[in-house]
């Protein structure tokens, strides 16, 4: 299975961005998507995740903010972001699980895919 995430770029602060990923491979078989992002010199954080059925749970720093949805016919998860701040500046990975278990997607060790990140800079 390959996550292809899309959307980052360059935004000043109070902007807005959609990041996209999407899954493919043969005999595909997605559970819970999270977003997680990785600023220089910090750990990864987890953004916001999403289970098969669309329940969603959010990081306090983005709750308001961002909107984290999914299509599952196109084993596809996206990340809206609104009111982007300087701190978050960082590269934006996709994850997925392979099977449901409880807790398992608020902990980026237990993820079985990963997408390659994309870059979100925001200036102030």
């Known amino acids: 299975v390959q996550l292809v995430e899309s959307g980052g770029g360059l935004v000043q602060a109070g902007a807005s961005l959609r990041l996209s990923c999407a899954a493919s491979g043969d005999g595909i078989c997605i559970s819970d998507m999270g977003w997680y992002r990785q600023a220089p010199g910090k750990e990864r954080e987890l953004v916001a995740v999403?289970?098969?059925?669309?329940?969603?749970y959010y990081a306090d720093s983005v709750k308001g903010r961002f909107t984290i949805s999914r299509d599952n016919a196109k084993n596809t998860v996206y990340l809206q972001m609104n009111s982007l701040k300087p701190e978050g500046t960082a590269v934006y990975y996709c994850a997925a699980l392979s099977m449901t278990v409880a807790g398992a997607a608020f902990h980026h060790e237990l993820y079985d895919y990963w997408g390659q990140g994309t870059q979100v800079t925001v200036s102030s």
């Open positions: 999403i289970a098969s059925r669309g329940n969603s």
